[in-house]
Every structure is written in C-alpha cells, then in structure tokens.
C-alpha cells in the first residue's frame, strides 16, 4: 500500500515537470528512494509528511532543474515577461519550448521557430500562427509556404486565404493570382476557375501579363479600399 | 540579503557535494543529513535543490551512482554515489579556484582605499 502512495506521489511530482523522458525517470526513482529512506524513521508516514505536499517539491525541482536543463537541453533565460523567459531553446524533442522568443523542436511564443511551431509570428516545417510562415502555414491573419492557408493573405505553392491568395495555385474569396486561380478576380498564367459559389458574369479572369492593364483597372474598381499591405504584395506579384 | 545568500549557495553546492562524497560513498539522504550537520544548519537542501546538481555532477561523469542493498524495510536496494577519478581532479581544481576567488574578493572587501 505505502509503495503504491509512493509511486501515485513521484508520478504526480514528474506529470508538473517539464524535462526529458531521461530527467523524468530519475526523479521518479530519486523521489521514491528518499520516500523509503524517510519512511524507515517515521513508519506509516504519508508521503506528504514525509516530503512535504507535492507543490512544493515541484516548485523546487522546477527551479533548479532550469540551472540543468541550460547546460544539457538548450537555455532558458532567466529574465522572463508576462510570466514566459524571454528566450527559450531547446534541444530536446520531449520538451516543448516556451517563451517570449522560442526556438525547438517543438516551440510556442510570441515569436516562435521550429519545426511544429505556435506563434504570433510563427516559423515552422508545422507552423500556426499570426502570421505564419513554414512548409505547411496555417495564420490566422497571414500565411507564406509551400500550402499555405490564411483568413486574410495566403502566399505560397498553394495559397488559399479570403480576401488575397498569390501562388502555384491560388484560392481566395477575393482576389487570386497564380498559375492557376480561382476567386472572384482571377490572375492567371495557366488556369483560371470560377469559383462555383459565383455566377460566370460575376467573375472576372485575366490571362496575365498580357491583359495587365484590365486586371489593375478591374482590381481598382471592385477593391478601391485594399490597403496598403496588400497593394504592396500585388505590387510584387506583378 | 536572502536572495543573495541563495545565489551564493547554488555557486558552491557542486563543491560541498564532491568533498562529502570524495572519502566515502553516501546516499541521498545521507548526504542531505551530512550537508545539514557540517553547516551548522546553513545548507539544509531538499530533494528538488539536491538531484539536479547530482544529475549535472553524474552527467559530467564527476560521480557514479551504484546500488546495495542495505539494513531496514526497503523495497529496492539503495542508491550510493560514489566519486569518480574526473571528480577527483574536478574537485582540486575547483577547491583551487575557490580559494583563488575568495582570497581576492576578500582582499578587495578588507581594502581602506579602492
């Protein structure tokens, strides 16, 4: 019975620490040694009594685990905002870097680079975010990748985005340049696609360069009000 | 003042450690108890301040841990750890540079004029 308390203990210590697999293991078995050691001068002590509640033991590994984890898994700043270190790297493919800037295998931030990585202004093989940039780029406002899916701008290999997509193939609401497009103005070299949720008279495609000039003209006049970011982009597309 | 004395301790743990270990092999708790009585109650670590430096002193290959089976209701032998040959020479030079820095800090502190 003592040994299962034991055991539910480490485990429930190790489940609110952020380590390796490696690191993990011998706490688990360091917290069970010093809970039989303890044990044989206070007998049928819980492991509370014996250790103290679990919080403060996790509170305690977590802050001189950090000083461990700098020198064999990566750093982590000790200047921090908002609760999150400043900068966090990892090494590490069992832990998640946390930060303000955070960099790793698997890494979530303000600014964040990795490759699964979740951000505000996000870089990634997987990459969400913001704005959002990798080989598979899902933003919430932006997206730039080989597929690349956005609310409002997609760039990349395949681009779909509401109001502007510009790629190999774009997809958007609004406006789409590409080599293949379909939205409800269409740039296009190769392909143009009336998307199905518009009538023919309601779409407008262009077979670019060669008709440029009625695709800037048709542009002007359906989108007067795109914004200077956006005019920006177009302004590189063509 | 606390925070400082704390940031002291961290820098000189690895030292302590080493010596307790370098004559005799001891276990966790015992090196806690160890730590506790020849400080005069001044390092009196736990369990999540002790681990991580004996992962970063093992990891380093400064000591080795073994286990033996000991007297009393244990339900796995005990872990022992031992210093290695890299800890011993470790040890020198950190006892080397610790006296090295003390004698300096000191001389500074004790100095009429700067």
Not at chain 2, 40 to 62: C, H, N, Q, V
Request: net charge neutral.
């Amino acid at each position: 019975m003592m040994n299962r308390d034991y055991k539910r203990y480490a485990n429930k210590v190790v489940s609110q620490i952020q380590a390796n697999s490696r690191t993990k293991k011998r706490i688990r078995e360091d917290i069970m040694e010093m809970l039989e050691e303890r044990a044989l001068d206070s007998r049928d002590a819980s492991p509370e009594e014996l250790m103290g509640s679990y919080e403060e033991v996790v509170e305690d590994f977590k802050e001189n685990l950090n000083d461990y984890t700098l020198t064999s898994n990566g750093y982590v700043s000790s200047m921090s905002l908002w609760g999150l270190p400043l900068l966090y790297i990892t090494t590490s493919q069992q832990i998640t870097a946390k930060g303000i800037i955070a960099i790793g295998p698997r890494a979530v931030g303000i600014i964040s680079i990795g490759g699964l990585s979740v951000g505000v202004i996000s870089f990634g093989g997987l990459s969400l975010g913001v704005i959002s940039l990798g080989g598979l780029a899902l933003g919430l406002w932006a997206a730039i990748g080989g597929l690349a899916l956005a609310y409002d701008v997609a760039i990349g290999g395949f681009a779909m985005a509401s109001s502007l997509a510009l790629g190999g193939f774009a997809k958007a609401t609004d406006i789409a340049i590409g080599g293949g497009a379909s939205a409800k103005l269409m740039g296009y070299t190769q392909n143009a696609i009336t998307p199905n949720s518009l009538d023919e008279g309601n779409a407008f495609s262009y077979h670019l360069p060669v008709y440029m000039a009625d695709f800037k003209a048709k542009l002007q006049f359906l989108f007067p009000e795109l914004g200077p970011i956006k005019t920006w982009l177009l302004g590189l597309a063509k | 003042m606390s925070s400082l004395n704390q940031q002291l301790k961290k820098g000189v743990l690895e030292i302590l450690v080493l010596r307790i270990i370098k004559h005799q092999a001891v276990y966790g708790y015992e090196l806690i108890k160890k730590l506790d009585a020849n400080s005069d109650g001044l390092f009196k670590l736990k369990e999540g301040s002790l681990y991580p430096i004996m992962y970063r002193l093992e990891d380093k290959g400064f000591i080795e841990s073994y286990r033996q089976e000991a007297e009393g209701k244990r339900s796995v032998p005990r872990k022992y750890y031992k210093i290695t040959e890299e800890g011993l020479t470790a040890l020198d030079e950190m006892v080397d540079a610790w006296h090295g820095f003390t004698k300096v800090v000191s001389s500074i502190i004790d100095k009429e004029e700067l």
